[in-house]
């Protein structure tokens, strides 16, 4: 990944990226004003420390085709719940958040993330201020703009990446997301995205998903974290598939690395012709952008200290899973 410099729609900030490594560039900080953005592109905490490169590739999808004029790096905020203060902390950031997004004149959001995706609407719904701010999920913005892999495609990565397929092209099947079992707007964007024929069902799909592990794992709880991944290992080869595709973060890094059934993808990776390397990824998320802080720096710091393999769950959403049986 060559070194990119990516300007924050809501903050002001700069930020250089190279590969994994980011800094903020303190110069352009203090010259680059608010950006106005009628629709924003907010990959999240999770694409911003797992795939950066992804990242920008997609956001430059986005501009060519009119459908964002800016992107944001902030954290959407579910991961301040973990904070030892955190009914101060969460109040706030909303508010600097929604404050931001007025300011801006955003009107939609683009999220790449089902987790992301969650926590905006959450904030949006309980503001007093109805803002008209709409958020799309990233899979069906890129389907309806006439963009996705075809069967060649994904036989080409396949082959460039030395992954096995049994037939004479890839059989897939999907890894949807927790956050997305209520919408499934992940669950029909990312399917919409592969080629026609290619999708094979697990047992327990779209709104019957089964978490990937990484509720349980978030909760301390390891060792049904690695029951779970590898029972969704164990679904994908009984569904005949050659591969997991999936469109969270969280959910890629926790199966490849937790389950060794079949090779896991996510789909941006498919998208844009680009292997992640999960295994040299670290497994919890090492940085995240906030608000300016009291010095009028741009804030970013790792969460060393955090749960590791933090997936950005809550308690509810440990108990939910939980209590479902799915540990």
Known sequence: MDRTIVHDALTGSAIAFDEHACALLDGADQTHAHTAARSLFFPGCSVINFAPSLMGAVYAMLERAGEADGISLLCCGKLLAFEPDAENVCPAFEADLLASL???GVKRVITACPNCTAELRRVL????????????????????????????????????????????????????????RKTGEFARGTRSLLPAGSVVEMEHSRTASMCCGSLAKAAGKNDAATRQSQRRGEEGVAAGADAIVTAC???????????????????????????????????????????????GRRD????????PGCCG???????????AGEW
Request: aromatic share 8%; net charge negative.
């Open 125 to 180: 719904a309980k503001s007093e201020e109805d803002l008209g701010i709409e958020v799309d999920v990233l899979p069906e913005v890129l389907g309806s703009c006439g963009i996705g892999v075809g069967e060649e495609a994904v036989r080409s990565f396949f082959d460039e990446n030395g992954m096995a397929y049994a037939g004479a092209a890839p059989k897939l099947t999907v890894q949807d997301s927790c956050p997305d």
């Open 313 to 323: 769950a809550v308690a509810a959403d440990c108990a939910e899973a939980s209590e």
């Open 249 to 295: 973060m969280s959910c890629a890094s926790q199966l490849s690395n937790f389950q060794d059934a079949l090779p896991v993808i996510h789909y941006l990776e498919l998208l844009c012709n680009e292997r992640i390397d999960w295994a040299s990824l670290p497994p919890y998320l090492q940085v995240r952008f906030l608000f300016e802080t009291h010095s």
């Open 300 to 307: 970013y710091r790792g969460l060393a200290d955090a749960s």
């Open 102 to 104: 007025r300011n801006a």
